[in-house]
Nanobody
Framework: QVQLVESGGGLVQAGGSLRLSCAAS????????MGWFRQGPGKEREFVAA???????YYTDSVKGRFTISRDNAKNTVYLQIDSLKSEDTAVYYC?????????????????WGQGTQVTVSS
């Protein structure tokens, strides 16, 4: 089990950028696949991006080319770089950890979740 704490959210103008961070506690971070999900106002939680233990990445189609997920195992941290922000990116962003080998895209495959960080994009 890992404890996850997100940071880096905030209020940004459309077209701007943010980098979200998710710090994990515990010695087993490198054995986890990590993912980012988001939940917009009045919407269900949706998958955004995932990175495997070995660094293989996967993105939902709507964020390809604008979002970049990365990890630093030495710092027990996973990042989500968000560029060219749009109003529809407004959401609470959650990081999650999974003990599966690949890049899970569905919430039930993740066992550990952070509390979320709010991203608000103004137009």
């Amino acid at each position: 089990q890992v404890q996850l704490v997100e940071s880096g959210g905030g209020l940004v103008q459309a077209g701007g950028s943010l980098r979200l961070s998710c710090a994990a506690s515990g010695r087993t971070f490198s054995t986890y696949a990590m993912g980012w999900f988001r939940q917009g106002p009045g919407k269900e939680r949706e998958f955004v991006a995932a990175i495997s233990r070995s660094g293989v990445t996967y993105y939902t189609d709507s964020v390809k080319g604008r979002f970049t997920i990365s990890r630093d195992n030495a710092k027990n941290t996973v990042y989500l770089q968000i560029d060219s922000l749009k109003s529809e990116d407004t959401a609470v962003y959650y990081c999650a950890g999974s003990t599966t080998v690949t890049t899970p895209t569905t919430a039930p495959r993740y066992s550990d979740w952070g509390q979320g960080t709010q991203v608000t994009v103004s137009s």
